[in-house]
């Protein structure tokens, strides 16, 4: 048993106990306990100490020294810190609590003036104790918050009545991870504790708390193969069908078209007073109608039925059927087959086919006798019907989940999101009439001609016990003896070919319309955000006094902005982006002369020329910050002495990390010119055919370290000058360094120094980490942040309580690692030792030194914890997780978290997701407010650092200081741009990076626009305290979550909250640049993308986001990787049809005389579209010119690149199923 808090203003005698029958003993137990407690509990006073700092307005003294020392200060600020963190950590606590109808707990969380401040700290740091100790469940929020329910009602009252004991039972919280480790493979049963079930995956664990099983089993079915295609039809029938509906509509409207060449589309009447097949076309569709639904809703309640059997009669769990979707299911089915029955026998005796008369004579003397109330009554009822049903039944349901806020949305938000229902509603309706267009003009004229009727002579009706169409003709089916005959088969699968093409190009063109939509919508949403010449260099900075960049430097900064500046220069010269002379004159420019950004380097005057450019979106927000009342706007430039630094709100940046270079070694640098180095490599013991192979050591010609040479001839230069400076080399010659490189000539330090060059232009950890710890190297710089630590802290580093860096480093220290990348991590923490960067890895103790950490890396975790427990023995536990920092020129434990589990369960193929596992492991560690996790191939320029507190500040913080808004962020994840510095890697970077910085642009600007945007990878900036209580930053669950990210914004989808995307900041980041490699990523993503469709979320969001909505969020899903499908199925219908069209003996002449589209030889590819959003970016950013002339470039090789890819998506979709 541990006291929450032995003295303090939060001591009241609160204790917690874990118990568990794993342990060997009770100090096992007391280790166990204490290291969680000690390490949440010191977590939780940094951000009650950080929160207390941005809510006090005070820069006197640090309000965590009213908690800790008692100095003078505001301590009612301290007071209310506490209370709004209670409310942030417990948030989905009560968001549970509301679900599952505790409203009285909700209501305590909700509003806490009431209660004592030491049970507030207790109930916060409970859940994040239960969080730490609950490893991989902490994916499972609200399983956790049913245990947390379960803990505070049994808790008992100790010596001091006011004081609660609270008992963590630690078999029931980690319940559900044995038998996930044990088997973890969702398509197998096998039999834990006399329950015979399939794996487990995370998300039955959290319907499990949802619904309030004490007990962990499975609670829902993962579709396996086939049932994938049926999964996807049930999901997304909403759009399906709506597209059916535009192309019905479609259909109708292009037989009254009257081509002359074709009897279908002439005297068909008016759009308001239909004849004959317009007629036909509204009965027949009816029918047709009738006969989907019904098979929809059957099909749909044998799946549910089939996946949800556990949950049938759990009415809690948001996935699980309850009565209203029962009766909306009978309703449906039943006005289906009513429906679809009355139709069919009314219709029956209406159908007229239409005489070929009606080609030579003129449209009065054709008339179609049929009355057309009589004839179409029946029809236009059940339409009628069904708009009501369909619109009724697809409702948007609020909240799709579990809401992700305290409490129901204010009207206000309600009326929001109304308006914004609207918005994207019309959008939706303008491009499905866009596609209307398109099917009328191009895709139905494709048929014209072709039916079985005119074309074989055989009338398809009669299968039906009725005539339809027109009146056949004779042909090769003619004869009934004759319909098995190969003319007759060769003719019929003409005519039906041709219309599949029709349905393909109709599924597909709603994608290539969408893409269009966002190059026009997502430019002007850009020009909005005056984006216009964000890249364009031949503007010169204009740094006199009153000049334009100065005076936005000054609103934006203060008055004291040349320390900012003066930073930023520091930073492209040691990164040798400028030479040390240009560095001079950047200097020397301030507040005194202009900047010709041509005379620089490309990507240093790129990054200027991007930093200057986004200052004014800086500046109004700062504006619109002090107009609402959020901060005084003095107060928010960073160089002004009125800044108040308890306000900066802190950032915890995380870098996954698994087998990446950190930094490359001088061998590697050295190789690559040999013959063989460009030959692929097979791994050790799989030689042969089928086998992978490693990438190639380099070109074959020139050493790695040339090739980056080559890239950046310049970059080198400055460098070679800076070794000669440092009396490295005799001279500033480029081939004289080189050579005493390759020669292994140059000092240690000289070495370390080129490869670290090397490291910054490549994708490396190292450029990584750099980048990462510009936001602490930006505060450091600042005077009042300086003050303020030297101050109050001066046994910390400089801004370490705003920012950390934790390089999350999944195989360091481990056998099966790279021992290379391990010495590279301690050169990393040892050269970056005066910020806060932290290491986070897994620690394991084994008997088999193959398993097991390494030896030096367990000597100091086992005297660390022999430091803190006396009693401590190696083998207490296997499994830990390990945070440290380099301290006194070593390797320095800062704390370790004993486990149970691996960072990986499951067994073979169905493990956990590494990345996601790693993540977490990083997360119990995080302090900051809010939270950064970037991959291991990113990087930043420390400019843009600079405008990180701004971007927080704008688009996370409520503008109001009361507790009720600081308790509610305004966003959980919040997007911006990335500039892909792989472009420069040949062709294939080239054409890689276009396309990741179009979607990274232009395209979620659209996505930001229809308030659909997700989480799809790394760098968004997320709500720390939302990840903790909401079930992290992705998902891990085997077979279902392989695009582990995506889940994340699914989450914040279904919460029925913000993930935002914004254009004032860019981080660097790179991307695949081989070919081979650019194939396993699409490979990997569409793959991804089949078990995106086998996940609950999917599902869920399909059944409620709503009918408009629901289009939104197929595009932001599965429609790239689907549409390739669909347009790698079209392909090869497209040359079999041709191949029947020459067996039918129709050739092109005849396809012309008929009036069909077929006849055109498609010398523009549809596809071409696809580059519309790329061409709209560059014509904003870059100007017309340029951008014409690069994408123009770039289609020849596009082409060819992403045909292949096309292939490549469509042939992993496959086996993903």
Not at 453 to 458: E, R, Y
Not at 654 to 660: A, F, H, L, N, R
Not at 807 to 829: I, K, M, R, T, Y
Request: hydrophobic share 40%; net charge neutral; with cysteine.
């Amino acid at each position: 048993r541990i006291l929450v808090e032995n003295e303090g203003r939060f001591s009241g005698g609160h204790s917690f106990e874990l118990r568990s029958e794993r342990f060997a003993n009770d100090e096992c137990v007391q280790l166990w306990l204490e290291r969680h407690v000690r390490s949440q509990r010191d977590i939780l006073k940094d951000a009650i100490r950080c929160e207390s700092g941005a809510v006090s307005w005070n820069f006197g003294a640090p309000p965590g020294e009213a908690v800790e020392a008692g100095a003078p200060v505001d301590e009612q600020a301290a007071d209310q810190a506490l209370r709004i963190i209670h409310r942030r950590v417990l948030e989905g606590v009560a968001a549970w609590c509301r679900h599952t109808g505790n409203k009285e707990y909700e209501k305590k969380i909700a509003d806490n003036s009431d209660t004592p401040l030491p049970q507030l700290f207790a109930e916060a740091l409970l859940l994040r104790v239960m969080e730490s100790l609950a490893e991989q469940v902490l994916q499972c929020p609200e399983r956790l918050s049913y245990v947390l329910h379960e803990i505070i009602n049994n808790a008992q009252a100790g010596p001091n009545r006011e004081a609660m004991q609270y008992v963590i039972d630690l078999e029931t919280l980690h319940d559900g991870l044995p038998q996930m480790e044990e088997n973890s493979n969702p398509y197998e049963r096998k039999t834990h504790n006399g329950i015979t079930q399939f794996g487990l995956n995370f998300d039955d664990i959290n319907d499990c708390g949802i619904q309030c099983r004490r007990e962990v089993v499975k609670t829902c079915r993962e579709p396996p193969s086939v049932i994938v295609f049926i999964s996807f039809l049930l999901c997304y029938r909403v759009p399906i069908m709506m597209k059916g509906y535009s192309l019905m509509l479609a259909g109708y409207i292009y037989l009254g078209t009257g081509s002359p060449n074709d009897l279908m589309t002439l005297h068909n009447g008016s759009f308001l007073h239909p004849q004959w097949l317009r007629m036909d076309c509204v009965m027949d569709s009816a029918l047709l109608d009738a006969l989907m639904w019904t098979g929809i809703e059957v099909s749909l309640i044998l799946y549910v039925v089939w996946q949800r059997w556990p949950s049938l009669c759990c009415r809690a769990s948001p996935g699980a059927p309850g009565p209203l979707w029962w009766l909306s299911r009978a309703v449906n089915l039943a006005f289906s087959v009513v429906g679809g029955y009355f139709l069919r026998q009314h219709q029956a005796g209406h159908y007229k086919q239409k005489p070929w008369k009606c080609t030579q004579e003129e449209s009065g003397q054709c008339k179609d006798g049929r009355d057309v109330w009589q004839t179409l009554k029946f029809a236009l009822l059940y339409w009628a019907v069904r708009a009501f049903l369909y619109v009724a039944m697809n409702q948007k349901v609020m909240p799709i989940f579990i809401y992700g806020k305290i409490g129901r949305p204010v009207l206000s938000a309600r009326c929001v999101r109304l308006w914004e229902d609207v918005k994207v509603g019309t959008a939706w309706l303008i491009m499905l009439g866009i596609c209307i267009y398109i099917e009328v003009m191009w895709l139905f004229p494709m048929t014209a001609g072709l039916n079985a009727s005119t074309t074989c002579g055989i009338n398809m009706g009669e299968a039906f016990g009725f005539t339809l169409g027109i009146e056949q003709l004779p042909g090769v089916c003619t004869d009934p003896g004759a319909r098995r005959t190969f003319g007759c088969a060769a003719c019929v699968s003409t005519v039906a070919g041709a219309w599949c093409m029709v349905f393909l190009g109709s599924a597909v063109d709603i994608f290539l319309v969408f893409y269009v939509s966002s190059a026009v919508v997502g430019g002007v949403m850009g020009q909005n955000r005056r984006l216009n010449d964000l890249r364009n260099t031949t503007r010169p900075i204009d740094l006199h006094p009153n000049g334009r960049e100065f005076m936005l430097f000054e609103a934006t900064f203060g008055h004291n902005w040349t320390c900012v500046w003066a930073t930023m220069v520091t930073s492209l010269e040691e990164e040798f982006l400028v030479g040390r002379d240009q560095a001079q004159k950047l200097s020397q420019a301030a507040g005194r002369k202009s900047i010709d950004l041509k005379q620089l380097p490309e990507l240093a005057a790129d990054r200027l020329g991007f930093f200057f450019h986004s200052l004014s979106w800086i500046e109004d927000e700062i504006r619109r910050m002090g107009a609402g009342g959020l901060r005084e706007c003095s107060k928010l430039r960073l160089t002004s002495e009125h800044l108040d630094v308890g306000s900066i709100l802190s950032l915890t940046q995380i870098i996954p990390c698994y087998s990446e270079t950190v930094i490359p070694s001088a061998e590697y640098l050295r190789t690559g010119a040999k013959l063989e180095h460009a030959k692929n490599v097979s791994p050790p013991e799989q030689h042969g055919v089928g086998h992978p192979t490693l990438p190639p050591k380099g070109d074959g010609l020139n050493t790695n370290l040339a090739f980056m040479i080559s890239q950046f001839p310049q970059e080198w230069a400055f460098l070679a000058t800076h070794a000669y400076h440092q009396t490295w080399i005799p001279s500033d010659d480029t081939h004289e360094l080189y050579d005493k490189f390759m020669g292994n000539d140059l000092p240690p330090d000289a070495t370390m120094k080129v490869r670290m060059w090397a490291a910054m232009r490549m994708q490396s950890v190292a450029k990584t980490v750099i980048g990462a710890l510009q936001y602490a190297r930006a505060l450091q710089s600042l005077p009042q942040v300086q003050r303020y630590y030297r101050t109050y802290f001066p046994d910390k580093r400089i801004a370490e309580e705003h920012a950390e860096v934790i390089l999350a480093h999944q195989v360091f220290g481990h056998p099966g690692g790279n021992a290379e990348n391990d010495d590279a991590v301690l050169l990393l923490l040892e050269h970056n030792a005066q910020y806060p960067l932290y290491l986070v890895f897994d620690v394991i103790w084994d008997d088999d030194e193959n398993r097991s950490t390494k030896q030096p890396y367990l000597s100091k975790i086992n005297a660390f914890l022999n430091e803190h427990h006396r009693n401590y023995s190696p083998g207490l536990f296997k499994h830990a997780s390990a945070k440290c920092t380099w301290r006194d020129g070593g390797l320095c434990v800062v704390e370790v978290l004993p486990r149970k589990f691996p960072l990986r369960l499951g067994q073979g193929d169905f493990k956990t997701q590494g990345k996601a596992a790693n993540q977490l492991n990083a997360l119990r560690f995080a302090t900051g407010h809010y939270l950064q996790t970037l991959d291991c191939n990113m990087g930043a320029f420390v400019g843009e650092a600079f405008k990180i507190p701004y971007v927080l500040w704008a688009k996370f913080m409520p503008p109001a200081t009361a507790m009720e808004a600081r308790s509610a962020p305004r966003c959980r994840y919040l997007g911006f741009r990335e500039y892909i510095y792989t472009k420069r890697d040949g062709m294939v970077g080239s054409l890689h990076a276009a396309s990741e910085w179009t979607f990274g642009t232009i395209t979620q600007r659209f996505y930001d626009g229809l308030g659909i945007r997700m989480h799809y990878g790394h760098p968004d900036f997320v709500d720390g305290f939302w990840v903790r209580n909401r079930g992290g930053m992705s998902k891990s669950s085997p077979a279902v979550n392989l695009s582990e990210d995506i889940f994340a914004g699914y989450n914040v989808r279904m919460r029925e909250e913000a993930s935002p995307h914004i254009d004032a900041l860019e981080f660097d980041k790179g991307r695949e640049s081989t070919f081979n490699a650019a194939s396993n990523f699409f490979s990997k993503i569409s793959g991804g993308s089949i078990a995106v469709l086998r996940s609950r979320d999917n599902h869920l969001l399909c059944e409620r986001v709503g009918i408009f909505h629901s289009w939104s969020f197929y595009f932001t899903s599965v429609a790239f990787y689907l549409s390739n499908f669909l347009i790698d199925i079209s392909i090869y219908l497209y040359v079999g049809l041709f191949i029947v069209f020459t067996l039918a003996n129709i050739d092109l002449g005849k396809l012309s005389a008929l009036g069909s589209t077929f006849s055109t030889e498609w010398v523009m590819s549809m596809g071409i579209f696809s580059l519309f959003p790329q061409l709209l970016e560059m014509i904003l950013e870059f100007g017309a010119l340029k951008a014409f002339r690069e994408v123009l470039g770039m289609i020849p090789a596009a082409t060819f690149f992403f045909i292949f890819q096309n292939k490549n998506i469509a042939s992993s979709m496959k086996e993903g199923a």
